[in-house]
C-alpha cells in the first residue's frame, strides 16, 4: 500500500469525528483547503480514493491514508464539504495571511 502522508499536504481537524464540528469549523477547513489548492496550483477536484491531483479525506484512502476516524465518512458530509471548497475557491478572498 502507498503511504500518502509522506507525498501530500495533510490538515487535521482538533477533536472528536464523533462528536461532529460546527459550520464554522468546516467553513475554516474549507478556506484552508481552498487557499492550499491556490497557493500549490493544485486542481479544483476531489480525488476520488487519492488518484489524480486535487484534494480528498483520510477515509476516502482507507488504509494508505491511515484508517483514521473520519468526519467525512458520512457521503452528504464529504459533498458539504467539497461544496464548501468550491465556493471558498470561486469567491478567492482567502485572507492574505494563507499566501505567506
Known sequence: CVAFNSR???IE??????KGYASAEWEVMAELVAAMLH???IPLRWARAGVG???CSH???GAAGGNHSDPTTDPEV???FVARVTAA???GDSPAIYGR
Open 8 to 10: 501530500s499536504a495533510n
Open 13 to 18: 481537524m482538533a477533536g472528536w469525528a464523533e
Open 39 to 41: 497557493i500549490h496550483q
Open 53 to 55: 491531483p486535487g484534494f
Open 59 to 61: 477515509f476516502d484512502l
Open 78 to 80: 464529504w459533498q458539504q
Open 89 to 91: 475557491c470561486a469567491r
